[in-house]
């Protein structure tokens, strides 16, 4: 299995740009979510989702969207990039028999100038 | 507000030497866990405690979540180069619906 894999690694968009951050989780997780990590800040969580065709917002929402069409992807939209969108990008999944043990992909690195 | 408190934010220490890193709160949690996070990396599980009171090892770790629920520390006996990344603590509220809230870490370097 490979996880939860996140793709591009890293980007630079420039303010009022748009981009989707792609996320996929093999695992067959229903759970799934983003988080954005700022220095010293630990990780936020923007949006979640329970299963397919079910998304809610989390603490810091605001500047982004997301779709879940099928349980493998949970892919991340910025409409407007903004600079205080600059930050590292988690997507996580997580198994419905656990304690919230979440599985993490590797990040994604987003700075927008 | 932070939900979760850790603390020391910062800490470096010698190989060989011990450790405590403390997560406090003042809301009670069904479940918390820690985290260990490598540069350029995601966070990885370490451990989940359940019940108040419960210690759990892993090797040299040893983790324990406090009576009430609401804190937990992280004990590193004889630390070693490979200890060094970032230590998270998370906690999941019975009301949060699947949430977990993350404190802001501890920065952990072991020097050799």
């Known amino acids: 299995n490979a996880g939860v894999t996140q793709t591009p690694k890293f980007r630079i968009l420039k303010i009022g740009q748009s981009m989707t951050l792609q996320c996929t989780q093999d695992m067959n997780h229903n759970y799934m979510y983003w988080y954005r990590q700022d220095p010293g800040m630990g990780l936020k969580l923007i949006y979640y989702s329970v299963g397919a065709g079910i998304t809610d917002k989390g603490e810091v929402p605001n500047g982004y969207n997301v779709s879940r069409s099928t349980t493998e992807d949970f892919p991340l939209r910025l409409e407007l990039a903004a600079p205080s969108q600059t930050s590292v990008y988690f997507c996580?999944?997580?198994?419905?028999?656990?304690?919230?043990?979440?599985?993490f992909g590797p990040g994604t690195r987003l700075t927008v100038l | 507000t932070q939900l979760l408190e850790q603390s020391p934010q910062f800490l470096s220490i010698q190989e060989g030497e011990n450790l405590t890193v403390y997560c406090n709160s003042s809301?009670?949690?069904?479940?918390l866990q820690w985290y260990r996070q490598e540069p350029g990396e995601g966070p990885v599980l370490l451990v989940t405690?359940?019940?108040?009171?419960e210690v759990k090892k892993l090797k040299r770790l040893t983790f324990q979540f406090g009576d009430a629920r609401k804190d937990s520390s992280l004990h590193i006996t004889a630390a070693q180069t490979g200890d060094t990344g970032l230590y998270l603590c998370a906690g999941e509220k019975e009301t949060s619906g699947s949430r977990l809230t993350f404190g802001e870490g501890t920065q952990l370097t072991v020097n050799p």
């Open positions: 809301s009670v949690f069904s479940s």
């Open positions: 405690v359940v019940t108040g009171g």
């Open positions: 996580a999944s997580r198994g419905g028999r656990s304690y919230n043990e979440q599985f």
